[in-house]
C-alpha cells in the first residue's frame, strides 16, 4: 500500500502565498507521478498541477500557471505546491496523488490519495 500525507493548507487574504507538501510513503510505484488536485463542494476534483521524472517538465492548469510551482524531493519521496498571488477562487480542498508512470491530468488515472488539505483565500 502507498500511504499518501498532505499539509500546508489554511487561511490567507487574496495576494498571498502558502506552500503545500505532500509526502509519499510505502509500497510506491517506480517510477510514479504526483499531481496536485482540488475540489469545491458539488464540483468535480480539478487538476491543478503534475510532476514527473526529473527531466519532465511539470505540467499546469491555465487558471494557475504563472502562479503556482510544483517541485519534487526525490530522495524525500515528497512534492510541494507553492502557491503564490492567491485569488479567493483557489479556495477549496487541495488533494494530492500519486500514480505509476508518467504525469496525467485526469484524476481518474492516480490511484492513491491523500486525506486532502483545505486551503482558504479570503477577499
Known amino acids: 500500500q502507498v500511504q499518501v500525507v498532505e499539509s500546508g493548507g489554511g487561511l490567507v487574504q487574496a495576494g498571498g502565498s502558502l506552500r503545500l507538501s505532500c509526502a509519499a510513503s510505502g509500497r510506491t510505484p517506480s517510477p510514479y507521478a504526483m499531481g496536485w488536485f482540488r475540489q469545491t463542494p458539488g464540483k468535480d476534483r480539478e487538476f491543478v498541477a503534475t510532476i514527473g521524472w526529473p527531466d519532465d517538465d511539470p505540467f499546469y492548469a491555465g487558471s494557475v500557471e504563472g502562479r503556482f510551482t510544483i517541485s519534487r524531493d526525490y530522495a524525500k519521496n515528497t512534492v510541494y505546491l507553492q502557491m503564490n498571488s492567491l485569488k479567493p477562487e483557489d479556495t477549496a480542498d487541495y488533494y494530492c496523488?500519486?500514480?505509476?508512470?508518467?504525469?496525467?491530468?485526469?484524476?481518474?488515472?492516480?490511484?492513491?490519495w491523500g486525506q486532502g488539505t483545505q486551503v482558504t483565500v479570503s477577499s
Open positions: 496523488a500519486v500514480r505509476g508512470g508518467g504525469m496525467a491530468t485526469r484524476a481518474s488515472l492516480y490511484e492513491y
